[in-house]
C-alpha cells in the first residue's frame, strides 16, 4: 500500500477584486511508496507549492483529496514535518527549543524531550550551539535546525519546500549531502519541492515533473542511481543523461511561463 | 564634509548632542540676563535654579513629584492590564476584532482631558479620578497598537507551528504571544510618553497636589522659573523612565537584538 495517497488534488484561487478565478494546480494523482525520496520539480509560479502545502494540510484543495497511511488529510499535524523555504525558527526560542517545540506542543515529558532534542542536534551536526537564538545563526545552520525540528516529531513524511533555495551553492550542495545522509540512514518518505534540476536528481529515487501554471504531472522519471550517494556523482555520466533529459522536459516549460 | 547617511563617530555624536543643550542654555540667558525679555515673562536658568531649589528643601516639592509619578504608573499599569488581553484577543480572533475595532477606534479620537469634567463628576477631584484620566487616555490606543502588531504576526511561524502539531490553543499562547512581546513592550513604552501629557493636564484641574499643581499655582503668582523647573523635572523624569523600560525590555528580550 502507498503510503501517501494524491487523488485528483487541484487547486483554484478565487479570482482578485471580481476578476476571473485562476487555477494553480490541475488535477493530480500521485502514489508515494514508504520511504521514497521524491522530488517535484516544475518552473516557479507552477503551483509545486501549493500540491505541497495541500499534503501539508495548510491549504484545502479544490478538488480531489490526500491520504496519508489511508487517513485523509485535513488540517495540518505533527505526522507530517514541514521545512519551508523562509526561515521560520522560532526567533524567541533557542536551537534546542525550536528543535524541541513540537514534542513539547504534544506534552511529552521533559526528560524525554532532551533527550531526543540531543540526539537531532547532534544528527545535524549542531553541538556546541544549543543555546544559541535563530538569529545568531548562518542561513544554513538555520535550515538544519528547522530540518531537526520538523524530524524529532518523527513525522510519518517529511515536506520540504525549496529548503535550501535561499542559501549560497556551496552551502547548498552541504546541506543536499547532509539530508540525503540523513534520510539513507534513517529512511523516511520524503517529499521535496524544487526547480533546481541537479538538485532534484541527486535527491530523489524518483522525480516529478511539473508543467507550467496550472500546474500537472508532465513525467515521472524514476533515478536509479546507488547509494551512497556523494557529490562527485553529479558529475558521472548517468547523472548527466538524466539531467539533459530533464532539462529539455523543464526548458518547454519554462519557456511557457516566461511566453518566450 | 557633510556626506549623505554618513555615520556620525560616538565621541562627536555626544559632543555635538551637548553642544545643543550649552547653546540652548546659553541663548536663554542671553535674552533673559541681558534684558531681551521681562523677568515677569521669563525666569533666567539662575533664578529658575534657585526657585527649583527652593521648592524642593521649603516646600516639599518632592512629594508632588512622588504623587505625580505614581499617578502616572498607577493609571498606565491599569490600562496595560486592561488593555493588552484585549489586544492580543482582537488581533488573533477576527471575531473579536470586528466587534470591537469599531467602538475602540472611535473611542481612540475622545480627547482624555475633555472627560475630567465629566470624571470629576463621576470620581470627585480624588486619585482616582486622575488616575480614570491616564486611564482613559491610554487604553484605547494600547489596545489598537497591540491588536495590529499581533494581527501582522508571521504567517510562516504560525504555519510551522501548526505542522510541528500545535493546537489553536498553543498557537496564541507559545507563537502569537512570544513573537509579539518585544512590540508589546515597545508598545506600552511609547504610551508611557503619552500618560506624561494626560497626568498634568489632569492636575491642571481640580487638584491640590502634583507637578501639574505646582505649575498651575506658580502661574497665578508668575513664578516662571518655578514653572521652568517643573517643566524640566517632568522632562528628566520622562527621559529616566524610558531608559529604564528600554533596559528592561533589552533584559527581557535578548533573542530580538541579538
Redesign the interface.
Known amino acids: 500500500m502507498s503510503k501517501l495517497l494524491i487523488e485528483g488534488v487541484s487547486r483554484t484561487f478565487a479570482g482578485v477584486g471580481g476578476g476571473r478565478p485562476v487555477r494553480a494546480l490541475q488535477p493530480v494523482d500521485l502514489a508515494v511508496a514508504a520511504n521514497d525520496f521524491i522530488t517535484i520539480l516544475g518552473p516557479s509560479g507552477c503551483g509545486k507549492s501549493t500540491l505541497l502545502r495541500i499534503v501539508a494540510g495548510l491549504e484545502a484543495p479544490s478538488t480531489g483529496r490526500v491520504l496519508l497511511d489511508g487517513k485523509a488529510v485535513t488540517r495540518p499535524g505533527p505526522d507530517r514535518g514541514m521545512v519551508f523555504q523562509s526561515y521560520t525558527l522560532f526567533p524567541w526560542l533557542t536551537v534546542a527549543e525550536n528543535i524541541g517545540f513540537g514534542l513539547r506542543e504534544q506534552g511529552r515529558p521533559e526528560r524525554e524531550r532532551k533527550e531526543i532534542v540531543a540526539s537531532y542536534v547532534d544528527l545535524v551536526g549542531l553541538k556546541g550551539f544549543e543555546n544559541h537564538w535563530p538569529k545568531q545563526l548562518s542561513g544554513g545552520m538555520q535550515q538544519r535546525t528547522a530540518i531537526a525540528r520538523a524530524l524529532a516529531n518523527d513525522p510519518e513524511i517529511l515536506l520540504l519546500d525549496e529548503p535550501f533555495g535561499a542559501l549560497d551553492n556551496q552551502t547548498r550542495g552541504l546541506m543536499q549531502e547532509l539530508l540525503l545522509g540523513i534520510w539513507e540512514r534513517r529512511k523516511k518518505t520524503v517529499l521535496f519541492v524544487t526547480h533546481d534540476i541537479e538538485e532534484a536528481i541527486f535527491m530523489a529515487s524518483r522525480v516529478i515533473v511539473m508543467t507550467a501554471r496550472p500546474g500537472r504531472i508532465k513525467s515521472d522519471v524514476p533515478v536509479d542511481l546507488p547509494h551512497p550517494r556523494h557529490y562527485t556523482l553529479k558529475t558521472s555520466p548517468e547523472f548527466s543523461a538524466l539531467k539533459a533529459q530533464l532539462t529539455e522536459d523543464i526548458r518547454v516549460e519554462a519557456m511557457r511561463t516566461a511566453q518566450v | 564634509m557633510l556626506r549623505p547617511l554618513h555615520p556620525v563617530a560616538p565621541g562627536t555624536r555626544t559632543v555635538l548632542g551637548i553642544a545643543f543643550f550649552v547653546l540652548f542654555v546659553a541663548f536663554w540667558a542671553w535674552i533673559t540676563l541681558g534684558g531681551h525679555v521681562s523677568r515677569i515673562f521669563l525666569a533666567d536658568p539662575l533664578s529658575m535654579l534657585k526657585d527649583g531649589w527652593r521648592l524642593l528643601v521649603e516646600d516639599h516639592f518632592w512629594l508632588d513629584i512622588l504623587i505625580t509619578i505614581w499617578r502616572v504608573f498607577g493609571g498606565f499599569v491599569l490600562a496595560s492590564i486592561v488593555a493588552v488581553p484585549i489586544g492580543i484577543a482582537m488581533g488573533a480572533w477576527k471575531p473579536v476584532e470586528a466587534f470591537l475595532e469599531p467602538f475602540v477606534s472611535f473611542a481612540r479620537y475622545l480627547p482624555a482631558s475633555a472627560f475630567i469634567p465629566l470624571l470629576i463628576l463621576w470620581a470627585g477631584i480624588g486619585e482616582f479620578e486622575k488616575l480614570l484620566v491616564i486611564f482613559v487616555g491610554s487604553v484605547f490606543q494600547i489596545i489598537l497598537i497591540v491588536a495590529v502588531k499581533v494581527g501582522a504576526t508571521?504567517r510562516?511561524?504560525v504555519?510551522?507551528?501548526?505542522?510541528?502539531?500545535?493546537?489553536d490553543n498553543?498557537i496564541v499562547k507559545?507563537?502569537i504571544m512570544?513573537?509579539n512581546?518585544p512590540e508589546i513592550a515597545e508598545t506600552l513604552r511609547l504610551v508611557l510618553g503619552w500618560a506624561w501629557t494626560y497626568v498634568i493636564v489632569a492636575e491642571l484641574i481640580g487638584s491640590s497636589s502634583g507637578i501639574g499643581y505646582m505649575i498651575i499655582n506658580s502661574q497665578s503668582r508668575l513664578a516662571t522659573g518655578q514653572i521652568i523647573f517643573g517643566i524640566i523635572v517632568i522632562g528628566l523624569i520622562g527621559l529616566l523612565s524610558d531608559f529604564a523600560f528600554k533596559a528592561l525590555n533589552r533584559w527581557l528580550?535578548?533573542?530580538?537584538l541579538?
Open positions: 508571521r510562516d511561524l504555519e510551522a507551528a501548526y505542522t510541528l502539531g500545535a493546537t498553543g507559545r507563537v512570544p513573537a512581546a528580550f535578548p533573542w530580538s541579538a
